[in-house]
């Protein structure tokens, strides 16, 4: 079993509409949890950074974390085409953003 | 644009061989990570460097191998490749590990072994 789970998609959706992406893991052992996006061809670029349980907020994003489950989500509010791209969730012990460990990620179509 | 760099951006290798590739970070930065990113699957780590000694490694066998250079730019090498060594090859790199600084990722190298 995989230390974190993601389903991989594809996921299609119109324009506008709100987007839930989730990954599920193993290791209670994490307390920091990201997500990135990736468009093909490029290096993965953090869109949300969350410590331990709670919401998190930065525009039309909004991570969610659990730990009592061992469940992330993001959502994605009034997705745009641009948006189109694979969502990669990642967690790391302390300290933050070393040895990530990484979901398969989800590829996102938003069509127009 | 990250500021890391990576080259070359694609490579292609035959069974057997050798190949180096090297990452350029930020400025500033002393923490360079590694990946491995098959297709279709998220990245996984391989090692990481600080200050010039390895911090810390993956599940990867020692054919894989690093270094990190005073300027703090670094190599991955990797010998005997096999077929499954196909993947973009992901660098990372931080300002300072202690400080649970963002991590930046260049764009990745591309090798595909024949």
């Known amino acids: 079993q995989k230390e974190v789970e993601q389903d991989p998609g594809p996921l299609s959706v119109p324009e506008g509409a709100i987007v839930s992406l989730n990954c599920t893991y193993s290791n209670s052992a994490f307390q920091y949890f990201m997500w990135y996006r990736q468009y093909s061809r490029k290096g993965p670029e953090l869109l949300m950074y969350t410590y331990s349980s709670g919401n998190k907020e930065d525009g039309r994003f909004t991570a969610q974390v659990d730990k009592s489950s061992k469940y992330i989500s993001l959502f994605i509010r009034d997705s745009q085409p641009s948006d189109s791209a694979t969502y990669l969730c990642a967690m790391s012990q302390s300290p933050a953003f070393q040895k990530l460990v990484f979901g398969t990620g989800t590829r996102l179509l938003v069509s127009p | 644009e990250t500021g890391v760099t990576q080259s070359p951006t694609h490579l292609i290798k035959t069974r057997g061989q050798q190949v180096t590739l090297r990452c ?7 923490t360079v990570s590694w990946y491995q990113q098959a297709l279709g699957q998220g990245p996984q780590f391989i090692f990481q460097y600080y200050r010039e000694e390895e911090n810390g490694r993956g599940n990867f066998p020692p054919r894989f ?7 703090y730019s670094s190599e991955l090498n990797v010998n005997a490749l096999e077929l499954d060594d196909s993947a973009l090859y992901l660098c990372a790199s931080s300002l300072d590990m202690g400080y649970n600084t963002e991590a930046f990722f260049g764009q990745g190298t591309r090798l595909t072994v024949v």
């Open chain 2, 24 to 30: 350029s970070s930020q400025s500033g930065h002393n």
């Open chain 2, 65 to 71: 191998s690093g270094l990190q250079f005073p300027n």
